[in-house]
């Protein structure tokens, strides 16, 4: 019997048919929607006369148009409300579970999936979303899909899919005070480039990765696609059933459990049967990739980028590098940032401070943006937004205290929602700022028209709230 990948064996069992010479139908056990791609999806639906074959696999929440202050409010932005009514209605006639706007499960759709425990292991996930890859995180194929897919799903749920290769990024070692998840994500991009992912689906292992909290892995997994693969996937381990257990939607949870918190009682018998199922899905010695890279975790410097693509990254404490006369892209980059070569980063002056998003919106991220600003005060003309990912990341940072802690240093926090990651709602930053982000884009005009996007993780972006400009953490870590 020949060794398998991780990844062959959940496409394998999902296949419901192979096409000669063409693609797979698929079998998807998740489907989540959203208010920007999936009315037109539904349109689609009614025109054909159909309906949604099963709507118990597809939940629905509202992220992306939404404000994130005074969500009490009707929206104001006809445009953002016009999706926003339309997901309530659609998934209403439908049948489908949706979370709306102050719902106590509302938030980010790439947070509350595995927050709800609806993101398991093994599972085939699509999402009308390119940072569905997310997912992959907890042992699982998932990827983003288009409109015209997410009609197909809904339809039939199933999808036609071309076998991607496959390619394992090890990464082993241990990593520097103040280094985190999203600095190992910038730097593996940073050396493999936006395209060197293009045609894989990656699988990420290793010491560095296995001794990762569940949602330091999704930040690895979210950022997956920024060099241009379909998805990213980490085998479970004893790490993942225990972010799981007890959670609303995992195996074996009985009555409700408090969102962001694991309060479900357990069937025993129930959750052992699905962890001795997970604990199979791991790749088989021996087994074949396409492409294999090795990364040493002492070499990873907290990161920032100067770019305008995630794989312009460097570490903080670098220098912007130099022309050499052929990269007409980085010389655009630069332009439209601002920057000169040749300059150390740090130092910089910046206007904005991002915490929040799908990639960096969780409870970890605003615990170590609040352990570095504790006792500081925010940076005099730094506009910070502070966006939680979830009502349930929102309710723990009030219950542990983190609340008062970002009050008290002068941070104000908002509402959830994807915010300042992109720009289809309020939170846009102005034409010709810095905005130091802990997002997953940096393209032109992502957080605004002309808005200059630098990603990082939260202890960078921390660092450049309190002191006004690009800042190692590690000075404040000492």
């Given at each position: 019997m020949?060794?398998?990948?991780?990844f062959?064996?959940i496409?394998?069992?999902?296949?419901v048919?192979?096409i000669?010479?063409?693609?797979?139908?698929?079998?998807i056990?998740?489907?989540?929607?959203?208010?920007v791609?999936?009315?037109?999806?539904?349109?689609?639906?009614r025109?054909?006369?159909l309906?949604v074959f099963?709507?118990?696999?597809?939940?629905a929440?509202?992220?992306h148009?939404?404000?994130?202050l005074?969500q009490?409010l009707?929206?104001?932005?006809p445009?953002?409300?016009?999706p926003v009514?339309?997901?309530?209605?659609?998934?209403?006639?439908y049948g489908i579970?949706?979370?709306?706007?102050g719902?106590?499960?509302?938030?980010v759709?790439?947070?509350i999936?595995?927050?709800l425990?609806l993101t398991?292991?093994?599972m085939t996930?699509?999402?009308?979303d390119?940072?569905?890859?997310t997912?992959g995180?907890?042992?699982n194929?998932a990827?983003?899909i288009g409109?015209?897919?997410?009609?197909m799903?809904l339809a039939t749920?199933?999808?036609l899919?071309?076998?991607?290769?496959?390619?394992l990024i090890n990464?082993?070692g241990?990593l520097?005070e103040?280094?985190?998840?999203?600095?190992?994500?910038?730097?593996?991009?940073s050396r493999?480039?936006?395209s060197g992912?293009?045609?894989?689906?990656?699988e990420?292992?290793?010491?560095?990765?296995?001794?990762?909290s569940?949602e330091?892995?999704m930040t690895?997994?979210n950022?997956?696609?920024?060099?241009g693969?379909?998805?990213?996937?980490?085998?479970?381990?004893n790490?993942?059933?225990?972010?799981?257990k007890?959670r609303?939607?995992?195996?074996?949870?009985i009555g409700?459990s408090e969102v962001?918190?694991?309060e479900?009682r357990v069937?025993e018998?129930?959750?052992?049967?699905a962890?001795k199922?997970?604990?199979?899905l791991?790749s088989?010695?021996?087994c074949?990739?396409?492409?294999?890279?090795?990364?040493a975790?002492?070499?990873i410097e907290?990161?920032?980028?100067?770019g305008t693509?995630?794989a312009?990254?460097i570490?903080?404490?670098s220098?912007i590098?130099e022309?050499n006369?052929s990269e007409a892209?980085?010389?655009?980059?630069?332009?439209?940032m601002?920057?000169?070569?040749?300059?150390k980063i740090a130092?910089?002056?910046i206007?904005?401070?991002?915490?929040?998003s799908c990639?960096n919106?969780?409870?970890?991220?605003?615990?170590?943006?609040?352990?570095?600003?504790?006792?500081?005060q925010k940076?005099?003309?730094?506009?910070?937004?502070?966006?939680?990912g979830?009502?349930?990341?929102?309710?723990?940072?009030?219950?542990?205290?983190?609340?008062?802690t970002l009050?008290k240093?002068?941070?104000?926090?908002?509402q959830?929602g994807?915010?300042?990651?992109?720009?289809?709602?309020d939170?846009?930053v102005?034409e010709?700022k810095?905005a130091?982000?802990?997002s997953?884009r940096?393209f032109?005009?992502r957080?605004g028209?002309?808005?200059?996007t630098?990603?990082a993780?939260p202890l960078?972006?921390?660092?450049?709230?309190v002191?006004?400009?690009i800042?190692?953490?590690?000075i404040?870590?000492?």
């Open positions: 020949n060794p398998k990948t991780l062959d064996k496409w394998e069992s999902h296949i048919k192979e000669e010479g063409g693609p797979s139908v698929m079998y056990d998740r489907h989540y929607i959203h208010e791609t999936s009315p037109q999806a539904f349109a689609g639906i025109r054909r006369g309906k099963r709507p118990e696999k597809t939940f929440t509202c992220d148009n939404v404000p994130t005074n009490h009707p929206l104001s932005d445009l953002s409300a016009l009514e339309e997901l309530a209605k659609n998934t209403a006639t579970k949706y979370f709306p706007l719902d106590p499960s509302n938030g759709v790439h947070i999936g595995p927050e425990g398991q292991c093994g996930i699509v999402c009308g390119s940072h569905t890859s997912h995180a907890l042992g194929i990827f983003g409109t015209s897919e997410v009609e799903v749920q199933t999808i899919q071309t076998k991607p290769k496959q390619m990464v082993n241990s520097k103040g280094v985190c998840a999203k600095d190992i994500i910038l730097h593996i991009i493999l480039g936006t992912g293009t045609g894989y689906f990656l990420f292992a290793g010491s560095t990765i296995e001794n990762l569940m330091e892995r690895i997994c950022m997956s696609i920024e060099m693969a379909r998805g990213g996937l980490i085998a479970p381990d790490t993942t059933f225990e972010y799981l007890g609303q939607y995992s195996p074996g949870t409700s962001g918190g694991v479900g069937n018998a129930e959750w052992e049967g962890v199922r997970w604990s199979k791991k088989d010695p021996g074949k990739y396409d492409m294999e890279y090795t990364f975790a002492e070499e907290p990161m920032i980028t100067y693509n995630p312009m990254g570490p903080v404490n220098v590098p022309l006369g892209g980085l010389s655009r980059a630069l332009v439209y601002g920057l000169t070569p040749g300059v130092g910089l002056k206007d904005y401070v991002f915490l929040g990639t919106g969780r409870i970890e991220d605003f615990r170590a943006f609040a352990s570095l600003v504790k006792g500081r940076a005099p003309g730094v506009t910070a937004w502070l966006v939680p979830s009502k349930g990341v929102e309710r723990q940072i009030e219950e542990e205290g983190i609340g008062d009050r240093a002068g941070f104000e926090l908002r959830p994807c915010s300042a990651c992109l720009g289809m709602n939170d846009k102005p010709g810095y130091v982000s802990s997953n940096n032109e005009g957080q028209p002309g808005a200059r630098m990603l993780g960078v972006v921390a660092a450049a709230a002191t006004g400009e800042t190692d953490p590690r404040f870590l000492k």
